[in-house]
């Protein structure tokens, strides 16, 4: 890793990096409304919407590659 990629997990082309994020940030959407079907308030709903929430924020750990 060099120093401007920080914490950078991965690198895509931008092409593949838009289409990670969407998916990402779709499943993720999935997973917190799946979290507040089960119960908002239960450990099972919380354990969901938190997930998507971490998926959803993935795509923040890959750069584009130009």
């Known amino acids: ?3 401007s990629s920080g ?5 895509l ?3 593949r990096y838009r289409w990670a994020d969407r ?3 779709l499943v993720g959407v999935g ?3 799946a979290g507040l079907d089960a119960g908002g308030g239960t450990t099972e709903g ?4 938190a997930l998507g929430v971490a998926l959803g924020l993935a795509t923040v750990l890959i750069d584009k590659h130009d």
């Open 46 to 49: 919380v354990a969901l919407a």
């Open 31 to 33: 997973l917190i409304a």
């Open 7 to 11: 914490l950078r997990l991965a690198e």
């Open 23 to 25: 998916a990402t940030k």
């Open 13 to 15: 082309s931008p092409r």
């Open 1 to 3: 890793m060099t120093e």
